[in-house]
Nanobody
């Protein structure tokens, strides 16, 4: 599967952005989908994941209550709605797909496919 992330940009603290990740192929609904992020000089970290059906979601503590992950299997797209953004949310955001792992797998190594990343900058 090929993933194409979009929707990043520059926003002031307290603002909102919605990221999208469009997937190619007919088997999108067979993948657990997730968002990771990588800030300058830091390791890539887990942000959120969503189950194959879209009925279950899992979040990193740092974004819980502010970010919402969702998916539309008819459109082969996963979203990340980001509200109440903080300067520490500044990073390149990547979408990822996992065909066989767990919703609760927060390590990047279990994800087989990755998008190219979209940059989010939150100014204070």
């Amino acid at each position: 599967v090929q993933l194409q992330a979009s929707g990043g940009g520059l926003v002031q603290a307290g603002g909102s952005l919605r990221l999208s990740c469009a997937a190619s192929g007919r088997t999108f609904s067979s993948y657990i989908m997730a968002w990771f992020r990588q800030a300058p000089g830091k390791e890539r970290e887990f942000v959120a994941s969503v189950s194959r059906s879209g009925g279950l979601m899992y979040y990193a503590d740092s974004v819980k209550g502010r970010f919402t992950i969702s998916r539309d299997n008819a459109k082969n797209t996963v979203y990340l709605q980001m509200n109440s953004l903080k300067p520490e949310d500044t990073a390149v955001y990547y979408c990822a797909a996992d065909s066989s792992g767990s919703l609760y797998d927060i390590t990047q190594y279990g994800y087989e496919y990755w998008g190219q990343g979209t940059k989010v900058t939150v100014s204070s």
